[in-house]
């Protein structure tokens, strides 16, 4: 690796171009992308949305409609347009209801939960404590579910009467009115332990046409809905993957919604006629992740290599320089957001420190060669960012080599241990609950026998830390269940789990014709809510 001219070797002083220059002569140096293939250019969209019709770009395709695995924001946005859950996190990210009119905790071990009267699918049978019961079964069931981690158990469905029933679980469940928020409730008869592809749902939208392959759908408006008619009779939902082309056909009026844009793109759009933006503090966290897969003997499997290397990696020049303060530093090992969450540290940069403790550790200059993957569009800039990490690991002597996996590739594999070796991952984790402890428990609170089923956060497995969250999750009195909370993140932070980690500011971009969308920090909107005026 070539040294770096710097003559202050504890900082970078680097524009973002000079970063992305250095960035590509490293990778270079390195072997570049081992990328597993390249991105397929796609065509912006052409022409202009009706007076009725609202349309959205992408930047992930949607490839199904149900959210059993596929997690990112903008396809939850669309799949609650079709399905629905007994409750949703709304504005000041607290349960409200749904699907139920009732949604009690009666007893420590007990909710009692009543459905709203008239509630129907869009085919008009109605919605019934039977389906909520198989829905529970069938999340429960599919292999590598990213919901299942934010559950501490499944809770079991008592029936009292045709619309009431109970959620039993064996511990205390204090947050189960929020974990049930990410429940999408589908006919039982028609469900199945898999993401579905198609099918009724009790939402303000039906889907009138999809395909997958290119990950376009249309809805209408569903009108046999039970709720309040929606504000725009028509959905687009477009698959732009390049950022671009998403700009290009928001600014031409081609596409009314874009969201997830990197800080050029916001830059761009702002001050553009018919242009608004929204932004928001978020509730995803973004992580460079190690693979605690390890085998013993390996130097990530020793918490003080772990440490070391993030000492190597200079985030405030990545957030300022490459982020372009579109993103805050993480300070814990969950976002600040979430309800419970404490601060229990920060990364700082340091490479002199990061090579005498690689030292200590027994690792010397030039013998750890770490292979750091990610999908592109995990977050804003991410090549980018990838590609100043790799120099700045190459400072203190550590050889990285990148790939990059495409949108809809088989990094999930990767992730489980089953496609291929790795030792950092790009990742992200959204918490859709808003609370601390769901992230806590999706993340860290895996088991060794989670792990038998690749059920595990990255490997991620230590049994004190586990115990800690089992704890908060179970305990009913808040400033106990705080108390525990604040320990289980000290408790995490104090492990190392991730070379460098970040929470991004929420940015969404809409056409002024688009009125009544509300961005929440979950990095979603009620779809039935926003209505469009003519072009």
Known sequence: MTPSNNPRPDRWALSRRALLRAGLRAGAAAGGLAALGPLGACAGPTGSPGPDTLVLALNRSLVSLDNKLNQFEAAVTVQRAVRQALTTIGPGLTPRLVLADRFELTAPTEWTVRLRAGVRYSDGTPVTVRDVAVALRMYQGVSGSFLATFFP????????????????????????DYLMANILITPAAANRPEELQDGVGSGPYVVTAANRGTGDYELAANSAYWGPRPR???????????????????????????????????????????????????????????????????????????RALTFAIDGR??????????????????????????????????????????????????DLALRIIWESGEFANDTTVMEAVLQMLGEVGV??????????????????????????????LSTPTALAVSALQGMYGGTPEDEKTRDTYQGYVFPDVAALIERATSEVDG?????????????????????????????????????????EPTNSYDLAAAGVSAP
């Not at 509730?283 to 003080?304: E, M, S, V």
């Not at 993480?330 to 940069?349: D, F, I, K, N, W």
């Open 153 to 176: 158990e499944w809770p079991e469905v008592v029936p009292l009467d045709a619309r009431t029933f109970l959620l039993r679980t064996r511990n205390p469940a204090p947050t189960l």
């Open 317 to 366: 020049t990545l957030i300022d320089d490459v982020l372009t303060g579109s993103v805050t530093p993480a300070t814990g090992p969950v976002p600040s957001t979430l309800a419970g969450a404490v601060r229990t540290g920060e990364y700082v940069h340091d490479p002199r420190r990061a090579r005498e403790l690689l030292a200590a550790a027994g690792v010397r200059e030039g």
């Open 399 to 428: 050889r990285v080599e990148l790939q990059q996996f495409e949108p809809g590739g088989d990094i999930a594999q990767w992730r489980q241990g089953r496609g291929g070796d790795w030792d950092v991952i790009g990742n992200g």
């Open 232 to 306: 725009t009779a028509r959905v687009e939902v477009r698959f732009l993957p390049e950022e671009s082309n998403r700009v290009v056909a928001l600014r031409s009026g081609e596409v009314d919604v874009i969201d997830t844009i990197s800080p050029d793109s916001a830059d761009q759009l702002r001050g553009v006629p018919q242009v608004r933006m929204q932004t928001t503090e978020g509730t995803r966290i973004n992580q460079l992740f190690y693979n605690f897969r390890k085998p013993a003997g390996h130097p990530l499997a020793d918490p003080r290599v772990r």
């Open 479 to 519: 400033s106990a269940r705080q108390g525990l909370l604040a320990r289980a993140q000290q408790a995490v932070w104090d492990t190392w789990p991730c070379l460098w980690a970040f929470v991004p500011r929420v940015v969404l971009a809409q056409r002024q014709r688009v009125s009544g969308l509300r961005l």
